[in-house]
């Protein structure tokens, strides 16, 4: 089952780096935002750890800058929109056969 939140340290460890470079990333992509508890531990979704591995995969595995990492998460996300429009469009024109059809 997985976890509702994770850590920092965690989600640290899962990547292999250190809790400091996730506060960094947190403050420079828009898409990171944990929750904090009482005390103020950060505490990330599992869509925050999808996010920051992205992130380490952009940055570390394919070397891109920050800003390069940040175009290519907005360009993703854009991407991202369009398929789902797409599929509400095909979801609308099947219904609207069927109604044709039904007739």
């Known amino acids: 089952m997985e ?3 994770y850590s920092i340290s965690e989600v640290a460890g899962m990547l292999g780096v250190n809790a400091s470079l996730i506060r960094y990333w947190e403050k420079e992509f ?3 935002k944990p ?3 009482k005390k103020g531990n950060r505490q990330f979704t599992p ?13 570390k595995e394919c ?13 993703a996300d ?6 789902k429009a797409i599929d509400t469009l095909a979801e609308i024109r ?3 056969q069927e ?3 039904a007739l």
Not at 63 to 71: D, L, Q, S, V
Not at 78 to 83: A, Y
């Open 35 to 37: 929750v904090k508890n």
């Open 30 to 32: 828009d898409c990171i």
């Open 47 to 59: 869509a925050d750890v999808e996010n920051l591995r992205k992130i380490y995969h952009l940055t």
């Open 63 to 75: 070397g891109f800058t920050i800003a390069g990492a940040k175009e290519q998460m907005r360009v």
């Open 94 to 96: 099947q219904f609207l």
């Open 78 to 83: 854009v991407e991202d929109e369009k398929l």
């Open 3 to 5: 976890k509702l939140y």
């Open 99 to 101: 109604l044709k059809e």
